[in-house]
């Protein structure tokens, strides 16, 4: 595992006609002999893991779960990537931990910061949704994240999450974002934020 997640951390590129070309890697592995012990089988569960990982997103490294053997190859046409390409706004997924590290962000909130690309976008946040939000605001945005984290745990239940904060593009640009929370516990990340967001002065213009 330590192998395997230094080789997807690192920087993945090749050159063509004088440019530079940025990839990531998919893995799944299985382990031995605790999840088979013939090369068949262990090929195959970690065949179903490397697709558990696809459905997830990019760069991603997963090792086999038993509800892995249910997935269907065929989601893999549907998967979160290309389904938030036709969100009409900006969408963003991150973990609900300390680290809050960013594991999904779609097209039109790479746009919004003034990234060329994912890899730009993951640089330029640290991969962090604490450093996607603007300095001024992250003290404001971490208690109304804990306090609703704490409702949560009251009503054992999801919960939607409406908070306004600021960020900063590449460019040095300030955009207030509307952000419409829901928090989720999924099998391979554990607690992860779904958030629909929206520039406010953008939303304003449209409903006038």
Known sequence: MKIIEKVIGQKQCFEANET???FTISAGFAEYPNQGRGVQDLMAKADEALYAAKMAGKNQAFRYQPFMADLSREQLGFNVKQLSQGLPGEFLIYK?????????????????LGCRDYDDFI???????KYFVHPDDRKQVEDQIQKQIAKQKENRGSYDMHV????????GQVKRLVDLGR???N???????????????KLAADRK
Not at 96 to 112: C, R, S, W, Y
Not at 123 to 129: A, I, L, R, V, Y
């Open 20 to 22: 530079e070309v940025a």
């Open 96 to 112: 609900a931990d300390g680290d809050q590290k960013i594991i999904f962000a779609n097209e039109h909130l790479i746009q919004l």
């Open 123 to 129: 640089d330029f946040t640290k991969g962090s949704f």
């Open 164 to 171: 306004i904060y600021r960020v900063k593009t590449k460019d």
């Open 183 to 185: 928090m989720i516990d």
């Open 187 to 201: 099998s391979n990340y554990g607690k992860v934020f779904f958030a629909f967001l929206e520039d406010q002065e």
